[in-house]
């Protein structure tokens, strides 16, 4: 057995039989007949049986699921920057995180696109829990991330997760795409978490710590929904934590989320690749800081930049900016129509005479403007 057995994905050797199993669940059924309308329920699932590697079940299958989704939820996804990677090169994406699935999924299926190397993607295992869901995540090459433990189990989990995913990008040539942060942002503040940072640095090996991040190879990633499709179900967390109170999540919360996130109206989409870290950066960033945790503070920081550099701000941040501040400032950056749709969207999501819950609401839209403005006119 390898010790990666209880967080890897399956094994190619291993689809198949998977697949055999779950062919015939209800969710199975339900995602093919979403991705196949038109397709009978013995043509899909012949092909399924016939599947045999993770890259020929996402191409083949959630690739289109995907596209539908894109279809029925969206007015589009474009992308920037894939002229900043090699297609033989696996890489490091460090992404802000907006929506569960969504973000990684956008990711695979441009580079599938663009013929590049996809990615293995780490997940929460609260988000696996259902069988299916874990037999799903792992033929769509997701990595679990153990959540829940206790200090000691924690590190035990983040140096075999560390160990991993170094193997992968370095031993295997395969990509890797993890959240900046643990959990989405609520408040629509992209942020890296160093704890993030200093479990992918725990199996290095290397006596200087931005060797090995330039082994790795960082790449920033941006993605921006012009409407968050769970803005209202991010209200209570942000009502708790605005009255000092704990937020305890309801059951099925994560999965509902799961599935609202996926569903849910999103307009246009935007994702880009940034520049892969430069590596005489990182080397200043090991001469100007004499310490590790200084130097993940300066790494930190650097991804933050260029993430909200890369974010594309639509009309619905710049009107929520305007209302929040009961303004007039980005007036020329969208019509009177998409204000008045987006104070539709807002009345009938949340209680608008709840100032907490209208401000909280705004800044979600609003914040990515802000961020933005630090570094040049937004």
Same mark, same amino acid.
């Given at each position: 057995?390898?010790?990666?057995?209880?967080?890897?994905?399956?094994?190619?050797?291993?689809?198949?039989?998977?697949?055999?199993?779950?062919?015939?669940?209800?969710?199975?059924?339900?995602?093919?007949?979403?991705?196949?309308?038109?397709?009978?329920?013995?043509?899909?699932?012949?092909?399924?049986?016939?599947?045999?590697?993770?890259?020929?079940?996402?191409?083949?299958?959630?690739?289109?699921?995907?596209?539908?989704?894109?279809?029925?939820?969206?007015?589009?996804?474009?992308?920037?920057?894939?002229?900043?990677?090699?297609?033989?090169?696996?890489?490091?994406?460090?992404?802000?995180?907006?929506?569960?699935?969504?973000?990684?999924?956008?990711?695979?299926?441009?580079?599938?696109?663009?013929?590049?190397?996809?990615?293995?993607?780490?997940?929460?295992?609260?988000?696996?829990?259902?069988?299916?869901?874990?037999?799903?995540?792992?033929?769509?090459?997701?990595?679990?991330?153990?959540?829940?433990?206790?200090?000691?189990?924690?590190?035990?989990?983040?140096?075999?997760?560390?160990?991993?995913?170094?193997?992968?990008?370095?031993?295997?040539?395969?990509?890797?795409?993890?959240?900046?942060?643990?959990?989405?942002?609520?408040?629509?503040?992209?942020?890296?978490?160093?704890?993030?940072?200093?479990?992918?640095?725990?199996?290095? &090996?290397?006596?200087?710590?931005?060797?090995? =991040?330039?082994?790795?190879?960082?790449? /920033? %990633?941006?993605?921006?929904?012009? *409407?968050?499709?769970?803005?209202?179900?991010?209200?209570?967390?942000?009502?708790?934590?605005?009255?000092?109170?704990?937020?305890?999540?309801?059951?099925?919360?994560?999965?509902?989320?799961?599935?609202?996130?996926?569903?849910?109206?999103?307009?246009?989409?935007?994702?880009?690749?940034?520049?892969?870290?430069?590596?005489?950066?990182?080397?200043?960033?090991?001469?100007?800081?004499?310490?590790?945790?200084?130097?993940?503070?300066?790494?930190?920081?650097?991804?933050?930049?260029a993430i909200i550099q890369g974010y594309k701000l639509w009309p619905t941040n710049y009107i929520a900016y305007d209302l929040l501040?009961?303004?007039?400032?980005?007036?020329?950056?969208?019509?009177?129509?998409?204000?008045?749709?987006?104070?539709?969207?807002?009345?009938?999501?949340?209680?608008? &005479?709840?100032?907490?819950?209208?401000?909280? =609401?705004?800044?979600?839209?609003?914040? /990515? %403007?802000?961020?933005?403005?630090? *570094?040049?006119?937004?």
């Open positions: 057995m390898s010790k990666f057995d209880h967080i890897r994905p399956f094994y190619d050797t291993e689809v198949n039989e998977a697949l055999h199993s779950v062919v015939q669940h209800p969710m199975m059924k339900a995602l093919m007949s979403f991705t196949f309308p038109d397709t009978p329920e013995e043509v899909w699932a012949e092909q399924l049986k016939r599947t045999h590697s993770k890259r020929d079940f996402q191409a083949n299958f959630i690739y289109h699921a995907i596209q539908m989704v894109l279809q029925k939820s969206s007015e589009g996804l474009t992308t920037s920057g894939f002229e900043n990677l090699d297609p033989h090169t696996s890489y490091l994406y460090i992404s802000n995180h907006r929506d569960i699935i969504l973000d990684t999924s956008l990711l695979n299926v441009s580079l599938l696109e663009h013929k590049m190397i996809m990615t293995a993607s780490a997940i929460g295992d609260n988000l696996v829990q259902k069988s299916f869901l874990h037999a799903l995540s792992r033929l769509n090459r997701n990595f679990v991330v153990q959540r829940g433990l206790s200090p000691r189990e924690l590190l035990q989990s983040s140096k075999l997760m560390s160990e991993y995913m170094c193997q992968l990008l370095t031993r295997e040539n395969r990509s890797v795409w993890i959240a900046q942060r643990e959990g989405r942002t609520k408040d629509g503040n992209d942020a890296t978490q160093q704890g993030v940072l200093k479990m992918i640095a725990m199996a290095s &090996d290397e006596a200087n710590l931005m060797d090995y =991040f330039k082994k790795l190879r960082v790449v /920033p %990633v941006s993605i921006s929904y012009e *409407y968050d499709p769970t803005d209202a179900l991010k209200m209570p967390q942000l009502m708790a934590k605005a009255n000092d109170e704990v937020y305890v999540k309801e059951k099925n919360e994560d999965f509902n989320t799961l599935l609202s996130g996926i569903m849910g109206q999103k307009k246009r989409i935007h994702l880009h690749i940034g520049k892969p870290l430069n590596p005489a950066d990182l080397d200043t960033i090991a001469v100007e800081n004499d310490n590790a945790n200084k130097q993940i503070q300066a790494l930190a920081q650097l991804l933050d930049d501040h009961d303004c007039t400032q980005f007036a020329d950056k969208y019509t009177e129509k998409e204000k008045q749709l987006f104070e539709r969207r807002l009345e009938l999501r949340i209680d608008i &005479d709840n100032k907490v819950m209208r401000e909280g =609401f705004l800044a979600m839209y609003a914040n /990515p %403007v802000v961020n933005k403005m630090k *570094y040049q006119d937004a």
